[in-house]
């Protein structure tokens, strides 16, 4: 079963013309939050990401949006289909992809050319407001949301809670623009290690 939306979504960005064009839809992975699709359209093979209910409270749709349409025209994700604020995502599906090997050179520099490039990347200072991102504020909110299922993690964590509010701190004293890096990093990381 598969929603009107999703179908819609494949038929509009691939150009479809017929249901018949779509030979097969498996999932690949149904988790807590997501479900994702490999979908082979023209034999072509692709991946959706279908968002669950949960995924809302975790990550800013709006902020992914941004930063996986700014990896495709900056080039960083060739892969990138359609992405929207719901959360529904579509790429081109990677055969033979692997974990980032640490061990390798040319992977890691890899890495970090594409890291840099977003991070060189000028944002307004309107799009800078828009897309503001406090990491200790938001690092708290997710701790109280895993907390109505878990012990006190604000007293578990409190070590490492205090460690990363001095970093914080010593950023904010050098007067660093941390707003399009450190909201940008962990979807860089997710998208160049191909997790959807």
């Known amino acids: 079963s598969v929603s009107s939306e999703i179908v819609e979504n494949i038929y509009r960005e691939l150009n479809c013309k ?8 498996d999932v690949l992975e149904a988790g807590h939050s997501n479900i994702t699709f490999k979908v082979t359209v023209n034999d072509k093979e692709y991946v959706y990401r279908y968002p669950g209910v949960s995924g809302k409270n975790i990550v800013s749709r709006k902020k992914e949006t941004f930063v996986n349409t700014l990896a495709k025209e900056l ?6 289909v359609y ?3 719901k959360g529904h995502k579509l790429s081109e599906f990677v055969k033979n992809a692997h974990p980032l090997n640490k061990e390798k050179d040319e992977e890691l ?3 970090a050319q594409r890291v840099r490039k977003l991070h060189d990347y000028e944002v307004s ?3 800078q407001a828009e897309l ?3 990491p200790i504020a938001e690092a708290d909110r997710l701790l109280n949301l895993a907390c109505s299922n878990k012990d006190n993690l604000f007293e578990i964590f409190s070590k490492t809670r205090e460690a990363v509010q001095e970093i914080s701190k010593t950023l904010e004293t050098k007067g ?3 707003i399009l890096r450190t909201l940008s990093i962990g979807n860089l990381l997710r998208i160049l290690l191909g997790i959807r």
Do not use: R
């Open 18 to 25: 017929s249901v018949d064009e779509i030979s097969s839809v």
């Open 176 to 178: 660093k623009n941390i």
């Open 109 to 111: 520099k890899s890495l």
């Open 83 to 85: 992405i929207d604020e």
């Open 125 to 127: 200072s309107e799009k």
């Open 132 to 134: 503001a991102f406090d």
């Open 75 to 80: 080039g960083i994700d060739k892969t990138l």
